[in-house]
């Protein structure tokens, strides 16, 4: 955490008892250090994969060929079990990979009992339990597989704050978790993982409906041409960024790090131009799950990524405009206050925006324009506060509720105690719906204003008509 972790994931490949600690210690610490972090569970969803092989490796020749059985026996080269019936998915010369890749079959038709006929067109040695992918192909299969409906239970028990939803075709899989989280009394937020092409094609869609999305290289990779990545990865960062959702790259950000006390040069280049996409977070994986060098490796991609913003943030001070995506969504009011709190910052060069907030939505439409100003938001949810560690540019602080006619007096006192201000310096405050009400969903922002932080043992006039707002819109 003192290295710079914001997020801690989860995966829920180990068993729940693991997971139970991991959480009690994250959380443990993070309250001792008075730092938010967020965790997020990552469920493992449906992916298809080969079953128990002779002497766990067998080898697949070129050429040869091989059936695909959902019958259970221990595989041989001729015939191997996998985990899902697909007869009905396939069309004759689909390419299945096998082992990230490394093994690629020919699907030649359907046998006997929905068998698979393939023809081996790379061979090499397969291990039990690998995973397949069918590039390009959307599978029929559930979202959600009997055993994430149990890691469910398990992140909901532990109060996790996102859960990942891993191999998303469409819009309807991420509602489909969104009910069950609903129905269970939950807001735990859903990450929608980009890795297959059928998501790709449906990335705004998706995007609307989930919490932010994850940009999964590895199978996005194993989907597509990998030389088509690159511009995937920018394809989602600029549709998050559009609909004012968290984006996450991952994937091999840091890997030579697993065994290496220093990244290579094109690994630090990948992590700076992750972020000048757009992206509100990197993820590492092996690196800090079983690699050498896990506090070292956080420390790095921290490292990275603060001198890469604090390079792009002076380029933002001296533009004339603010960068920022266009969106049909920036013709919602709410959108477009979020992009005019920009560009005032920009202008005023301010130091901090200040906004209270009961989802944090508020927060995210303004991180969305890439202020050059730090984020501070205040919320009275403890969970709102965990969030908010997300997403790119925001400090947050969790505070009582804030009564309107006290907004100046609490907005400068708190950003001074943040270190964000200090006396003469100019403070916006943007608000987020009425801070007396807790009714609201959405947090509509109907004020922007702009004080002036009084000399030390001063505050600003308590008295709304008091303060100097430039702009009041009455929603």
């Known amino acids: 955490i003192l290295a710079g972790l914001n997020v801690a994931r989860i995966n829920f490949s180990h068993e729940t008892g693991t997971i139970t600690e991991l959480v009690h210690v994250v959380r443990s610490v993070s309250e001792k250090l008075k730092v938010p972090v967020a965790i997020m569970g990552d469920l493992r969803g449906p992916r298809v994969r080969v079953g128990e092989v002779e002497g766990g490796q067998i080898t697949l020749e070129d050429g040869q060929a091989v059936c695909l059985t959902t019958e259970v026996l221990v595989g041989t080269p001729s015939r191997i079990t996998i985990s899902h019936e697909l007869s009905g998915d396939l069309e004759p010369g689909q ?24 023809t081996v067109r790379i061979g090499g040695h397969l291990s039990s339990r690998r995973g397949l992918n069918f590039p390009g192909q959307r599978l029929s299969i559930p979202s959600l597989s009997p055993k994430d409906l149990q890691d469910i239970e398990t992140a909901l028990k532990l109060d996790m704050d996102y859960l990942a ?5 469409t819009a309807d899989d991420v509602r489909q978790l969104k009910d069950i989280l609903t129905a269970k009394g939950s807001d735990m937020a859903v990450i929608a993982k980009i890795e297959t092409s059928s998501a790709l094609q449906n990335i705004e869609s998706i995007v609307e409906e989930a919490a932010g999305a994850m940009v999964a290289r590895g199978d996005l990779a194993l989907e597509m041409s990998i030389a088509d990545v690159p511009m995937a990865q920018k394809k989602i960062i600029h549709t998050c960024r559009a609909l004012a959702k968290p984006s996450i790259t991952a994937t091999q950000m840091l890997d030579s ?12 280049t990948d992590i700076a131009n992750a972020v000048l996409d757009g992206t509100d977070a990197v993820m590492l994986s092996g690196e800090s799950a079983i690699g050498e060098f896990p506090v070292e490796a956080v420390g790095m991609l921290s490292i990275i990524a603060k001198r890469t913003e604090r390079a792009f943030s002076m380029e933002r001070r ?7 995506p266009t969106s049909d969504k920036e013709r919602n009011t709410q959108f477009a206050i979020a992009r005019v709190s920009a560009t005032l910052g920009l202008a005023l060069d301010v130091p901090v925006v200040v906004t209270y907030t009961h989802t944090g939505t508020c927060a995210r439409r303004i991180a969305s324009h890439r202020p050059a100003q730090t984020i501070l ?10 969030k908010l560690a997300l997403v790119w540019g925001v400090e947050s602080v969790l505070h009582t509720s804030v009564a309107r006619v006290e907004l100046s ?3 400068v006192t708190t950003s001074i105690e943040c270190g964000l201000a200090k006396p003469d310096d100019l403070v916006m405050i943007v608000v987020a719906t009425d801070p007396d009400s807790l009714a ?10 702009v004080v002036v932080v009084p000399p030390l043992g001063t505050t600003p006039e308590d008295k709304a008509d008091k303060e100097p707002c430039l702009l009041d819109l009455g929603l």
């Open 95 to 118: 390419r299945i990979l096998l082992d990230d890749g490394n093994l690629v079959l020919i699907f030649e038709g359907v046998g006997a009992n929905g068998d698979l006929l393939c």
């Open 257 to 268: 790090m697993t065994y290496s006390p220093k990244p290579t040069r094109a690994e630090a």
């Open 377 to 386: 938001a205040l919320t009275c949810y403890p969970r709102v506060v965990r």
């Open 409 to 411: 007096r609490v907005a």
């Open 165 to 169: 939803l891993s191999f998303v075709q």
């Open 440 to 449: 609201s969903e959405s947090d509509r922002v109907n004020a922007i204003q």
């Open 318 to 324: 001296n533009s004339t405009g603010i960068i920022a």
